[in-house]
């Protein structure tokens, strides 16, 4: 029984290792910037259209918080590459470049 409840603690531990470094991971994206919002420090970006032949739209278009990335440098119409990671609840932006 003592074998069990060790193993059963193990793994629990194991899982929210695993979860938080899971949520801690960046993705990253190209896409085009369809919203600049200067005030509330955000924008929308409508990702790339993917590989399907014939598809007429690419995916529902995000809002993303930014850190380290000045607004300045992004502009409404503009393809762009970035970087994205899940900080305080949200998707932020922790590097964009022009494409």
């Not at 000045?70 to 590459?81: F, I, N, T, W, Y």
Request: net charge positive.
């Amino acid at each position: 029984m003592k074998i069990a409840k060790i193993v059963l603690a193990s793994c629990v531990a194991l899982t929210l290792i695993g979860s938080a470094s899971w949520a801690q991971q960046a993705t990253s994206g190209t896409g085009m910037v369809t919203i600049v919002d200067r005030i509330s420090g955000t924008v929308t970006i409508r990702p790339a259209q993917g590989g399907t032949v014939g598809a007429n739209t690419g995916g529902a278009a995000t809002e993303f918080k930014l850190k380290g990335v000045s607004l300045d440098d992004v502009h409404a119409g503009e393809m762009v590459k970035y970087s994205v990671t899940e900080m305080d609840g949200a998707q932020t932006i922790t590097k964009i470049e022009k494409q």
